[in-house]
Structure formats: structure tokens, C-alpha cells
């Protein structure tokens, strides 16, 4: 008897598609989330576990390019779709123009809500480039940071709509 | 397993060990925006917190915690846990090998509760297992039969209760007599009772840590904490362990504000996998880090004010309670510093000021953000509206008449010696440009985005409060930090410098300071952050806005030293005598070593060729005093001051508000990073705010009724309003730089100041914070 038996029966082996590459999980528990099955089993912990009931937003990954929190996304029903994760922003470890303007905008402090947030930025951006900054702050209010109180955040966002229209 | 796994066998714990660089065109030294160099991994998602620490083969441990607030523990049966498959080791009371309690200033709370549990959470039991769900199916399996008891949930009548600790009810008792107030009356008298709920902290990440054996009978723990040295003299003498033998390391830390400073899992995790002979990592959920740290006090407080007809505050009595909790955390502290600020940054001659830190069944408070200062600012700026009002004199000159001043007098007989611009936030805070909005704007409604308010029903109101609060530690406490500094010539032929230091990054940005300081000091560009760790001496903790001062000072000062010997060295090889009055001849400028007569220099590349220099400096800060019978004493080192104007919104019939702007004037000494200063600032702002209007740890019985980011509301970016920040800028004389911390300030009388603006739009009374939506429409005063 193997000390995994107490799971065995509610495992599966099955693949992801994350960032562009294919991951195997291997007895995986049915019950893991994404997040869960990201952090533990794929070595990819840039989405973070802070309320894991969909509140916070720090584990926002997008999904079939779609913003969802992956805590509450169960791994296995991930299979098929294409996962793309903060690890998968910006190309061999360049800082994308988001990260960038976090940087200089001096909107990261403990920093563990930022990974989220630089999905959700992207996401936002992409689909509504000239968001006024209500709808900036209403866009990113399922992110939750304890530390900045949002206002280098705020400025961050701004800096990169500025830069992407000036372009 | 996936290759992916293999990868991280070194441990992300262990790779964040390796410490930081600066990035190569990051730099700025002492008053610059400098970027923090641990910002690139952080906004990639590669920075290694203490919940991403993976070591292979490791197990996941769990708690077993009390669902009462008080009971009779009649048995524990772990049988059902240790019977299931993956489940390694179950551990109770009867595990613990050395001192069966900690605490951070008094060892008053048990590892794990044996005879009796005092509070909702408290730990019962501990497993380890082989993957998370099976440590949580152990933990159900373990059968303990409870006996409820009725709980004490009310910090005054615990006075008189019976006592529910061997220490008894009382944690701390302190009284302030100040000047004559048996024999004084002032001409206008206000009193009130004012109430104020708990505040979790609410840091993102959650208590989490991995222990890893050392196969010789010691651990080493990689953990998020604000205080290395008193986690690990804790975990030591629970595990009867050498403290030499307990190594901590700081793993990346998502926020604190003051709930790290006690343990939590450390010593659980250590013995987890001390008695598995593997590495343990434990990870809290949402949940479970509600129970799992100390809260903000909760406090009742009865203030009577007096006052000559001109507005002169002539006497301020005060009784202040506050409810401890379960266990003593830094009750003691928190209660000293009530009364010490109890009448506001305001010349009063007489005082007397009465406290109690209590204990009841309730969740343990103990640190967070603003220490003791938050409850009685709310309480005493809300008197200096009532007496305002009484007065017919406007709040603002109310305060700016009785503001404290540098030569003033505390309650507690202290001389302020320091800088005291209380009148420069004053006028700062009161005097910024008015909110310039749109008013018809739906978003901008209370309610927000529900857009339930009705624009013609919505009010405006102005609000002003004055707060302070000490730096470092007090009464006496020997607080200092310790720092090494080696500069030698790196890879590439250009200075390198390393800093170790074990003061706990958790956010402020002292690592980016640390930088500053040695780019500063030294010239060197390049600068090495070696991972806070206990392998140095202690750095304190990461609290009372004392790391700029106190760590910042360690570096500095071992900088100095570094100096010293390099120029020493090039005084020695060039045959210079650098005694007695010669000993500025030679000076450290601009990266070279200069003759500041003749005019040569060398470069600091070449001054480094025989080898690195390296210096050690530990860092005190003046000595106080602890308080005489009367609360009198020099018992504080520095003071810092702010004041806040709040700008509201409110729905009077829904009870909704939004607070559309804040403005303050803050004391800062001197910005070493101005910009990390408005990310305090407004980081501070938002814990006020949330204080304010939304957030409390709602309980029922000693149970907490919302233990989760559903049911305890933190602002969201929806919620924060424009926060415009004038930072006061007169150095303080002993600090390092003249800078003082930044960072609780802005969390003292930002609350205060979004009541009293409530209070205007609505004309409410409004004694207790925070200001739910039913104290507004059903006009519960």
C-alpha cells in the first residue's frame, strides 16, 4: 500500500496547456484548483493564494483568454484550454510595458497581489486601451491590495495608456 | 512528477536565500525615487515568498483549532488521524519538548491548548502529511471532546470576572497623573463614550513557512515574519533547542502591519519536521489566518474634556479599555501607548489618564499598524469637535491653538525635544486645494458602482484630525540593530558592496533604502542585499516605524566604518598620518579617495585591490525610561505627527458612503525616498479608510461571524479616495538622515477625520468606528 491511497481513488493523470507549453499532471487530485496544480505540481507559483475564494484576485490568470481567479477554477476542467499566467507575460524574462511602468510608478510594495494585478492590467488594456480611470479602478477592484492603496497602481496604469497612445 | 517540479528542488525558499542585486541601471542614492531592487522578480512573479518555498519530498502540515471561545478540553483522540494513509505524524501538548507557551513579551500562551481553550482558533493539534487535502482530512479525524464554557467577552466586566488565564484578567493597569487635575475645572466640559470594533490586518499573504530538519537535531525555517530573532529564541526554547540550532530565513513576506510579529506556525512546523526527520510547509488559508494572528484591539473609551472659554485645553481625563483577547501578544505595549497619546498631540497641563489591556475569551489582538494610537485618536479628535462645537470656535483653530510644539510638555512629563510640526500638517491637511469633481458622475456616487444613491439625496462633509504616535520602542527597552557592510572589487572590475542585515523586508521598502544609504556612503553602485537571516545579530523588529531609523542607522554606521579602515588603509600605504586634527585629509568623494590638501586621489577600484574591507556596527538609539507610579517618565524616543482632512459622500436614507478625498500634511523628518513615502502614505490612508467604514472582525460569543475576504471588506480601488499628501519636511535632530518612519502616521487620524466628515454630512454623533450603513439610516448614534 502506497501512503498516496487515501487520494488514489479521486486522482487522475491528465495535461495542461500553460504559456504556450503542455504540462503533464500526474495524479492529480480531482479536488485541486488550478492554482493549486500551477504552484505545487508545476513549478509556475507566480499566481498567488491569498483568499482562495475568489475575493482577492492575487491568482488571476487568464483562461482561454479570459480573466478568472484560479482558485476557483478546478485544474482538471483546465484541460483544453490555453492558460496563460503572469510567468507567460512578457517574452524570455523582458518586462512587458505593464511591469515596467509598475516599476517606475513605484506601485509594488510587498508585491503579493502584484503578479494578479499585472494580468488583470494586461487584460484590461487589451480590450479597452482608453479606459478612464473610473473604469480603471472599477476594472481592477476585484484585485485586492493591502499595501499601496491603489494610488501607484492608479498611476502605473495611466503611464502605460499614455505610452500606448503615443505610439 | 514533472520536470517542472525537479526544478525547484533547490527550494524557491532557498533561491530567495541568494539575496538581491541592484539592477545594473537602477540607482539613486539618499532622497531619490530609487526603485526597489526587488521589484523586477516581484512584478514577473518570480520573487519567492514564503508560501512558494518547495523543498522535494516535503509534507504539508495543519492545525487543528478550537471551534469554541472557551471550553473544557476533556479529551483528545488522535487515533482516526494517525490511522489515515499519507498522514506521517499527529502532534498535541504532550509532543511539546520544551517550554509549553510563548508569547512575544510574556510566555502566557500554550503551543497547544491541553486543559482548557481560551479562544476560537486556538491551536488543539498538528499533522503532517503527504499532500494538503489529507492534512485536512486527519485534522477532522481527530476526535476532542470539549466541555463549553461560557465566555467572557467583555473587557470591563473581566475586571471582576473570574480569571480565565493563571495570570489573571488584567494584563496591564496604567495610570497617568499629570499636573493637578483633582484641582482643575475647565469653564466648557465635553465627555463621551467612544467605541471602536477589531481590525484584522489583512495582509495578501498568508502565514505560510517550510521547516526544513538538519538531520543533527536542529531546523532551519525559511519564514515570513517582521522579527527573525524572537521567532527563533521562541521556537527554541519550545523545542528545548540551542538557539544556534533554530536558523530562520527570511522568506519573502506579503505584507505584515503588524500580525507577524507573534508566532504563528513557527513553532508548529519546526516540530512537525523535527519528529518526521523531512521538510514540513505549512500555508494558511484565508480562514485559518484570521485565527492564526493577533488583531487590532478592540477599544472602549470615556473621555471628558476641559476647556477655558478662549479654547485653551486645560484638562483631559480619559478611561481607556482595551480587550486583549485570550493572550497577552503586546497588550502591554499597545495600553502604554493609549494612555501616552490619549489626549492628542495637544498641550494639556493636566491629565489623568486610566488604562486596562484586558483579557477575555476573545481572538487575541495585539500589533498592528498605529499601535494603541488608533483607538484614542478616534475617541479624542471627535472631543475636539464636541468641544469645538461647544466653543463656537471652527475645529481647525482649535487644534492649531492647543498643537504641540517642539519644548512642549507631554502628559507623561516628556519634553518634546525632537521636531513637533503639528501646526504645519494642521495647516497643511486643512488648507489643501478643494476636491474639484464631478458630482453627477454615477460611479462616484456611495454605493458605487450599485449606483443605489440618489443624487439629490447625497450630502458633502468636511472633515479635519490631528494624530502622533512614538518611533522605536519605549520604556526603557534597549532596542537596537545590528548591520555588516563589506565593500570589495566585484566580477567586473567596479565596487560591489553586500549589506547584511536582518531587519524583515515585508513591503516598507527598507531594502531599497539599505541601497541608498551604501550608494550614498560608499560610491559603490552596485550594491548586494544578503537574505535577512539569524546567521547576524538581531535587527528587531520590523514595527513601530523604527527600521529607517534603527536599520537605516545600522548601515549607515557600518558604512562609516567601512570608510574608515579603506581610508586608513590608503593613509597606511601611502605613509599619510590620519591622527587627531589630520583625520579628514583624506575623504571619500565621488568614487575616489581624494587628499583633500594635495589634491591626488585614487580610485575606490584601486584603494580595494588588497581585498574587501568589512565592518560591523550595531545601532542603539538614546536610552528611556520606564514610567514612575504616575505614568511620568522620558519613557519615548521620538514622535511623529500627521493630520488628515477627509472629504465624504453619504446617502443618509441607504447609509452609504464613499469617501471621495483625503489630504494630509505629514511629518516626515526628511524623505530619504519620497516616492516610497506617498506608497506609505497612501497605503496608510487605506487602513485608515477601511477603519473607518468597513472593516471589522464581526463576533458573536467570542466567534468570529466573518472570517474571510467575502465577509471582512478591505477597500478595494473603488473604495480609496484621491489622496493628496504634503510631506513636512524638518529633519529630526538624533535620527539617521533626520528622517522619521512614515509609515503608521497616516493610519492614526485618517479614520477620525472620515467620522468627523461624516458626522458633518450627517449630522450624527457617531461614536464608534467602524460606521456601519444601519448606524447612518437607522441613525443609531
Known amino acids: 500500500m502506497t501512503r498516496h491511497d487515501t487520494l488514489r481513488e479521486e486522482s487522475v493523470a491528465y495535461g495542461l496547456h500553460i504559456n504556450g507549453r503542455d504540462h503533464a499532471v500526474q495524479a492529480g487530485w480531482l479536488g485541486e484548483s488550478l492554482l493549486y496544480v500551477l504552484r505545487e505540481r508545476l513549478g509556475l507559483p507566480g499566481a498567488k493564494n491569498a483568499c482562495e475564494q475568489g475575493e482577492c484576485g492575487s491568482c488571476s490568470v487568464l483562461l482561454d483568454g479570459v480573466l478568472v481567479c484560479s482558485c476557483c477554477v478546478l485544474a482538471a476542467d483546465a484541460v483544453g484550454s490555453d492558460v496563460r499566467t503572469v510567468e507567460g507575460m512578457g517574452d524570455d524574462g523582458e518586462l512587458t510595458d505593464v511591469q515596467q511602468a509598475f516599476l517606475e510608478a513605484g506601485a509594488v510594495q510587498c508585491g503579493f497581489c502584484i503578479p494578479g494585478l499585472i494580468v488583470a492590467v494586461h487584460d484590461l488594456l487589451d480590450r479597452r486601451p482608453d479606459a478612464d480611470e473610473l473604469s480603471v479602478r472599477e476594472a481592477i477592484s476585484g484585485n485586492l491590495c493591502r499595501c499601496t492603496g491603489y494610488g501607484r497602481i492608479l498611476a502605473a496604469v495611466a503611464a502605460v495608456q499614455r505610452e500606448r497612445a503615443g505610439a | 512528477m514533472r520536470s517542472g517540479q525537479r526544478r525547484r528542488t533547490t527550494t524557491a525558499a532557498q533561491a530567495s536565500a541568494t539575496g538581491t542585486t541592484t539592477r545594473e541601471r537602477v540607482g539613486g542614492g539618499i532622497g531619490s525615487d530609487a526603485e526597489r531592487p526587488d521589484g523586477v522578480p516581484k512584478v514577473q512573479g518570480r520573487f519567492g515568498f514564503s508560501s512558494d518555498a518547495f523543498a522535494e519530498g516535503m509534507l504539508w502540515g495543519r492545525t487543528l483549532r478550537s471551534p469554541h471561545a472557551a471550553a473544557r478540553i476533556r479529551s483528545i483522540d488522535t487515533s482516526g488521524a494517525e490511522q489515515l494513509d499519507?498522514?506521517?505524524?499527529?502532534?498535541?501538548?504532550?509532543?511539546?519538548?520544551?517550554?509549553?507557551?510563548?508569547?512575544?513579551?510574556?510566555?502566557?500562551?500554550?503551543?497547544?491548548?491541553?486543559?482548557?481553550?481560551?479562544?476560537?482558533?486556538?491551536?488543539?493539534?498538528?499533522?503532517?502529511?503527504?499532500?494538503?487535502?489529507?492534512?485536512?482530512?486527519?485534522?477532522?479525524?481527530?476526535?476532542?471532546?470539549?466541555?463549553?464554557?461560557?465566555?467572557?467577552?467583555?473587557?470591563?466586566?473581566?475586571?471582576?470576572?473570574?480569571?480565565?488565564?493563571?495570570?489573571?484578567?488584567?494584563?496591564?493597569?496604567?495610570?497617568?497623573?499629570?499636573?493637578?487635575?483633582?484641582?482643575?475645572?475647565?469653564?466648557?466640559?465635553?465627555?463621551?463614550?467612544?467605541?471602536?470594533?477589531?481590525?484584522?490586518?489583512?495582509?495578501?499573504?498568508?502565514?505560510?513557512?517550510?521547516?526544513?530538519?538538519?538531520?543533527?537535531?536542529?531546523?532551519?525555517?525559511?519564514?515570513?515574519?517582521?522579527?527573525?530573532?524572537?521567532?527563533?529564541?521562541?521556537?527554541?526554547?519550545?523545542?528545548?533547542?540551542?538557539?544556534?540550532?533554530?536558523?530562520?530565513?527570511?522568506?519573502?513576506?506579503?505584507?505584515?502591519?503588524?500580525?507577524?510579529?507573534?508566532?504563528?506556525?513557527?513553532v508548529h512546523v519546526c516540530l512537525l519536521a523535527l519528529r518526521t526527520g523531512q521538510p514540513v510547509k505549512m500555508v494558511y488559508s484565508r480562514e485559518e489566518s484570521f485565527f492564526g494572528h493577533v488583531h487590532r484591539h478592540p477599544a472602549r473609551m470615556h473621555y471628558r474634556h476641559h476647556a477655558d472659554h478662549d479654547g485653551t485645553l486645560v484638562k483631559v481625563e480619559a478611561s481607556l479599555w482595551f480587550d486583549g483577547g485570550a493572550y497577552a501578544s503586546s497588550s502591554t505595549a499597545v495600553i502604554s501607548n493609549a494612555c501616552s497619546f490619549a489626549p492628542g498631540p495637544y498641550r494639556v497641563a493636566h491629565a489623568h489618564v486610566r488604562g486596562w489591556a484586558m483579557r477575555t475569551n476573545n481572538p487575541p489582538c495585539g500589533a498592528m499598524r498605529g499601535f494603541g494610537s488608533v483607538?484614542?485618536?478616534?475617541?479624542?479628535?471627535?472631543?475636539?469637535?464636541?468641544?469645538?462645537?461647544?466653543?463656537?470656535?471652527?475645529?481647525?483653530?482649535?487644534?492649531?491653538?492647543?498643537?504641540?510644539?517642539?519644548?512642549?510638555?507631554?502628559?507623561?512629563?516628556?519634553?518634546?525635544?525632537?521636531?513637533?510640526?503639528?501646526?504645519?500638517?494642521?495647516?497643511?491637511?486643512?488648507?489643501?486645494?478643494?476636491?474639484?469633481?464631478?458630482?453627477?458622475?454615477?460611479?462616484?456616487?456611495?454605493?458605487?458602482?450599485?449606483?443605489?444613491?440618489?443624487?439629490?439625496?447625497?450630502?458633502?462633509?468636511?472633515?479635519?484630525?490631528?494624530?502622533?504616535?512614538?518611533?522605536?520602542?519605549?520604556?526603557?527597552?534597549?532596542?537596537?540593530?545590528?548591520?555588516?557592510?563589506?565593500?570589495?572589487?566585484?566580477?567586473?572590475?567596479?565596487?560591489?558592496?553586500?549589506?547584511?542585515?536582518?531587519?524583515?523586508?515585508?513591503?516598507?521598502?527598507?531594502?531599497?533604502?539599505?541601497?541608498?544609504?551604501?550608494?550614498?556612503?560608499?560610491?559603490?553602485?552596485?550594491?548586494?542585499?544578503?537574505?535577512?537571516?539569524?546567521?547576524?545579530?538581531?535587527?528587531?523588529?520590523?514595527?513601530?516605524?523604527?527600521?529607517?531609523?534603527?536599520?537605516?542607522?545600522?548601515?549607515?554606521?557600518?558604512?562609516?566604518?567601512?570608510?574608515?579602515?579603506?581610508?586608513?588603509?590608503?593613509?597606511?600605504?601611502?605613509?599619510?598620518?590620519?591622527?587627531?586634527?589630520?583625520?579628514?585629509?583624506?575623504?571619500?568623494?565621488?568614487?575616489?579617495?581624494?587628499?583633500?590638501?594635495?589634491?591626488?586621489?585614487?580610485?575606490?577600484?584601486?584603494?580595494?585591490?588588497?581585498?574587501?574591507?568589512?565592518?560591523?556596527?550595531?545601532?542603539?538609539?538614546?536610552?528611556?525610561?520606564?514610567?514612575?507610579?504616575?505614568?511620568?517618565?522620558?519613557?519615548?524616543?521620538?514622535?511623529?505627527?500627521?493630520?488628515?482632512?477627509a472629504v465624504v459622500d453619504v446617502d443618509p436614507e441607504l447609509g452609504l458612503v464613499r469617501v471621495q478625498q483625503l489630504t494630509t500634511g505629514q511629518d516626515v523628518g526628511r524623505a530619504l525616498n519620497p516616492r516610497a513615502v506617498i506608497g506609505q502614505i497612501e497605503g496608510g490612508i487605506a487602513q485608515g479608510v477601511g477603519l473607518a467604514v468597513m472593516e471589522e472582525i464581526v463576533l458573536d460569543e467570542g466567534c468570529i461571524a466573518n472570517p474571510s475576504f467575502t465577509d471582512y471588506l478591505i477597500p478595494t480601488a473603488l473604495d480609496m479616495p484621491v489622496v493628496d499628501a504634503t510631506l513636512i519636511e524638518q529633519p529630526e535632530p538624533g535620527a539617521p538622515y533626520g528622517a522619521k518612519g512614515v509609515g503608521e502616521p497616516p493610519t492614526i487620524s485618517s479614520t477620525p477625520a472620515v467620522v468627523a466628515a461624516i458626522r458633518d454630512a450627517t449630522g450624527l454623533d457617531l461614536r464608534r468606528v467602524p460606521v456601519r450603513p444601519d448606524d447612518i439610516a437607522l441613525r443609531r448614534s
Not at chain 2, 471532546?145 to 465566555?151: F, G, T, V
Not at chain 2, 496604567?174 to 499636573?179: K, T
Not at chain 2, 515570513?224 to 521562541?234: F, N
Not at chain 2, 568623494?589 to 583633500?596: F, K, L, N, Q
Open chain 2, 86 to 266: 499519507g498522514v506521517e505524524v499527529v502532534i498535541t501538548a504532550a509532543d511539546v519538548p520544551g517550554r509549553a507557551t510563548f508569547g512575544l513579551e510574556h510566555p502566557d500562551q500554550p503551543v497547544f491548548a491541553s486543559d482548557v481553550v481560551r479562544y476560537q482558533g486556538e491551536p488543539v493539534a498538528a499533522v503532517a502529511a503527504v499532500h494538503p487535502e489529507i492534512a485536512r482530512r486527519a485534522v477532522e479525524a481527530i476526535a476532542v471532546d470539549y466541555e463549553p464554557l461560557d465566555p467572557l467577552i467583555d473587557a470591563e466586566a473581566a475586571v471582576d470576572a473570574d480569571p480565565i488565564h493563571p495570570d489573571g484578567n488584567v494584563v496591564r493597569h496604567i495610570e497617568i497623573v499629570h499636573g493637578t487635575p483633582d484641582e482643575i475645572t475647565g469653564s466648557v466640559v465635553v465627555e463621551g463614550t467612544y467605541e471602536i470594533g477589531m481590525q484584522d490586518q489583512a495582509f495578501m499573504g498568508p502565514e505560510s513557512g517550510l521547516a526544513i530538519p538538519d538531520g543533527d537535531g536542529g531546523v532551519d525555517l525559511y519564514i515570513s515574519t517582521q522579527w527573525l530573532h524572537v521567532d527563533r529564541d521562541q521556537v527554541a526554547a519550545c523545542l528545548a533547542l540551542e538557539p544556534e540550532q533554530v536558523r530562520l530565513t527570511l522568506s519573502g513576506v506579503g505584507g505584515a502591519f503588524g500580525a507577524r510579529e507573534d508566532v504563528s506556525l513557527q
Open chain 2, 375 to 645: 483607538q484614542v485618536c478616534m475617541a479624542h479628535e471627535a472631543q475636539m469637535d464636541k468641544l469645538a462645537a461647544a466653543l463656537d470656535i471652527d475645529p481647525v483653530e482649535l487644534r492649531l491653538s492647543n498643537a504641540l510644539r517642539t519644548g512642549d510638555q507631554l502628559i507623561t512629563g516628556q519634553r518634546i525635544t525632537g521636531v513637533a510640526p503639528v501646526a504645519e500638517c494642521i495647516r497643511a491637511a486643512a488648507d489643501a486645494p478643494p476636491l474639484d469633481d464631478d458630482r453627477d458622475e454615477p460611479l462616484r456616487f456611495p454605493g458605487g458602482t450599485g449606483r443605489t444613491a440618489d443624487r439629490h439625496h447625497v450630502r458633502r462633509g468636511t472633515g479635519v484630525a490631528v494624530g502622533f504616535k512614538n518611533l522605536m520602542y519605549s520604556e526603557g527597552f534597549d532596542d537596537f540593530s545590528t548591520a555588516a557592510v563589506r565593500l570589495e572589487v566585484g566580477a567586473d572590475g567596479a565596487p560591489v558592496a553586500t549589506v547584511h542585515c536582518a531587519a524583515a523586508e515585508v513591503g516598507q521598502g527598507f531594502v531599497t533604502l539599505a541601497q541608498q544609504i551604501v550608494r550614498t556612503e560608499l560610491w559603490a553602485q552596485v550594491v548586494h542585499l544578503h537574505q535577512a537571516d539569524t546567521a547576524i545579530g538581531s535587527a528587531g523588529s520590523t514595527s513601530a516605524s523604527r527600521q529607517t531609523w534603527m536599520s537605516g542607522g545600522a548601515v549607515q554606521g557600518a558604512c562609516d566604518r567601512v570608510r574608515e579602515r579603506l581610508l586608513q588603509r590608503v593613509a597606511d600605504r601611502r605613509g599619510i598620518d590620519l591622527t587627531g586634527a589630520r583625520r579628514e585629509v583624506l575623504a571619500l568623494r565621488d568614487g575616489e579617495i581624494r587628499h583633500v590638501d594635495d589634491g591626488w586621489s585614487v580610485p575606490l577600484g584601486e584603494a580595494l585591490e588588497d581585498g574587501p574591507v568589512e565592518a560591523n556596527y550595531e545601532h542603539h538609539h538614546v536610552r528611556t525610561d520606564p514610567f514612575d507610579e504616575r505614568g511620568q517618565g522620558d519613557a519615548h524616543v521620538s514622535f511623529v505627527f500627521a493630520a488628515h482632512r
